[in-house]
């Protein structure tokens, strides 16, 4: 019985490992942002009231903070909305489009790493925080970025910003 129930808590583990590195059921993060045009970065899509950079930045920012109220018990979250979005009016240049990815892929190579702790108990109540688990943490980051993947996915075949002339979005005739 211990066997079967370790070998219950690898498999969950590893599914979700996988879904938080993301590129079963969507894109993974490297796939939308890589090739990026650089000029294009500040562009909104019709109706879109951010950014291409504003909706990354978004989802460092929320990752961020989870990944901070797990391990920190200081930890005090932004406000909500605004501390979550960076002002309308920002614009990202060329090292702040970096940054925001390297600090993201750095955030969420920090949840794997706890979730590939074998100390870590997934589905332990957070000691600062009754109530909440690394399990369902986890869950909601890998929502929240799979939902603004597919949002920024669909703003580059908006803005036909995918390399090459290439569409990933298909099903309706171009």
């Known amino acids: 019985m211990d066997r079967e129930i370790m070998n219950a808590g690898k498999v969950l583990q590893q599914q979700i490992l996988e ?3 993301g590129g079963n059921a969507y894109m993974e993060f490297d796939e939308i942002v890589d090739d990026f045009p650089l000029d294009s970065i500040n562009d909104k899509a019709p109706n879109v009231p951010y950014s291409f950079w504003q909706i ?3 989802m460092r920012i929320a990752q961020w903070d989870i990944l901070e109220f797990i391990r920190n018990p200081d930890h ?3 406000h909500y909305p605004e501390g979550y979005r960076p002002n309308p009016a920002d614009k990202a240049d060329r090292n702040r489009w970096l940054k925001t990815i390297a600090d993201f ?3 969420r190579q920090a949840l794997e790493k706890i979730v590939a702790d074998p100390q870590t108990d997934l589905l332990a109540p957070i000691p600062h ?3 909440y688990t690394i399990f369902r943490e986890i869950l909601t ?3 929240h970025n ?3 993947l597919g949002e920024l996915a669909m703003i580059r075949q908006v803005l036909d910003l995918w390399p090459d002339g290439r569409k990933y979005l298909t099903g309706a005739p171009e």
Do not use: F, I, Q, T
């Open 19 to 21: 879904l938080l590195r």
């Open 129 to 131: 925080a009754a109530g």
């Open 141 to 143: 980051v890998a929502d």
């Open 146 to 148: 799979s939902y603004h």
């Open 56 to 58: 990354l930045e978004h």
């Open 105 to 107: 892929k750095a955030d």
């Open 76 to 78: 005090v979250s932004p």
